[in-house]
């Protein structure tokens, strides 16, 4: 029998903190190296502990996402490839260069890079890839990235899904379909990225516009969630002030859909789940919010045919 050639896919994705210990180590190193001032690091664990039963969730989904991405991915049953996955994470254990050293530890020659965030922005998704690119380089490897798959019509369906999903609920439970307001919402990011000329806020009204159109839904807007708490000026509306101004618009029913995240973590968990709760509370309206696509069969064959499609454009695969 023939040996199947292994093909690496380095499967990228933000980190989280191991322990509540870790959470300094961890913001320091999203701060490029400068420590968080006290309460800062106090009020970032407060969020934390407000979320973590035991083990960190994006920890958690993160690392099943990529067993069964994996196993996705082989069930294409390539007569001559076998696929093996690799994890690649920003800001924690194992780092992005970590992935990339541990598959050429391994022998592998070709490998290709996805981000689990289907947006690209220089700030995200360019960054991941520079830093594997550059590791990639270090060992000769041949590496091919995929840098966004905010269109791929079975991540719409797998949104789309979602967001019938809860408007369902909130018709058994005597809201009229049309009177919810859906609020697709993404990580917000310096507002310089748009001077730059970066695509991420077009990609997201572009999927907003897709998962609309696919669910059947017309009465919706996008907003911003999660800014940095930095001097700069970051893309707004944000989600509590959007809220806000559509209570006192007499909305009563408002869906968050968040597209820009495919897993729960902080931003969901507790940004969505808990703060903005909150202030669900105080405007008396009533918001729920869609559930994350972690594991969603859906979701682990878009990335797996966005792994393929890309293998077969740097000629990887025959047939
Ligand atoms: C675009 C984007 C995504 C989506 C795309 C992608 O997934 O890549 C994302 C995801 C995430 N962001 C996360 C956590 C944090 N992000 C922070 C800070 C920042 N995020 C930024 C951007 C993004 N972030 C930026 C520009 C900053 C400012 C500092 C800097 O310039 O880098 C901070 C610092 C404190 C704070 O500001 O809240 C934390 C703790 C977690 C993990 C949650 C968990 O552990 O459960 C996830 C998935
Ligand atoms: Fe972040």
Redesign the pocket.
């Known amino acids: 029998m023939k040996l199947k050639k292994k093909i690496g896919v380095l499967v990228m994705?933000?980190?989280?903190?191991k322990s509540l210990d870790d959470v300094e180590a961890?913001?320091t190193h999203?701060?490029?190296g400068r420590p968080?001032e006290p309460e800062?690091l106090k009020e970032?664990k407060d969020?934390?502990e407000a979320?973590v039963g035991g083990v960190?969730?994006?920890?958690e989904n993160t690392d099943r996402q990529v067993e069964h991405m994996q196993a996705e991915l082989n069930k294409f049953d390539l007569p001559d490839v076998e696929f093996v996955c690799y994890q690649g994470l920003?800001?924690s254990d194992p780092f992005i260069e970590d992935g990339v050293q541990n598959m050429a530890a391994d022998g592998i020659t070709d490998a290709i890079g996805i981000?689990?965030?289907p947006?690209y922005?220089i700030?995200?998704?360019g960054s991941?890839i520079k830093r594997a690119k550059a590791t990639a380089e270090e060992s000769g490897m041949n590496i091919r990235f995929i840098e966004s798959y905010h269109l791929h019509p079975k991540l719409i369906e797998a949104f789309a899904n979602r967001v019938s999903a809860k408007l369902d609920l909130f018709v058994e439970t005597g809201a009229q379909r049309d009177d919810v307001k859906v609020l697709f919402s993404?990580?917000?990011?310096?507002e310089k990225i748009l001077a730059m000329g970066d695509p991420?806020r077009d990609q997201l009204l572009e999927t907003s516009r897709a998962v609309a159109e696919k669910a059947g839904v017309t009465n919706w807007q996008f907003t911003w969630q999660?800014?940095?708490?930095?001097s700069e000026p970051w893309l707004g509306p944000d989600v509590l002030e959007t809220m806000k101004e559509l209570s006192e618009q007499d909305v009563r029913y408002m869906l968050v859909s968040p597209l820009?995240?495919?897993?729960?973590?902080?931003?969901v968990?507790y940004d969505l789940d808990i703060e903005a709760q909150e202030v669900a509370e105080e405007l008396d309206v009533r918001v729920m919010r869609i559930d994350s696509l972690n594991t969603d069969p859906l979701y682990m064959q878009t990335l797996a045919d966005c792994v393929v499609t890309e293998c077969r454009k740097g000629a990887l695969l025959h047939g």
């Open positions: 994705s933000y980190g989280t903190p961890y913001y999203i701060r490029r968080p800062q970032l969020r934390y979320i960190f969730p994006l920890r920003k800001h981000v689990l965030a947006h922005s700030m995200s998704v991941y993404a990580h917000s990011l310096p991420y999660s800014a940095g708490r930095t820009g995240f495919v897993s729960d973590h902080l931003e968990l």
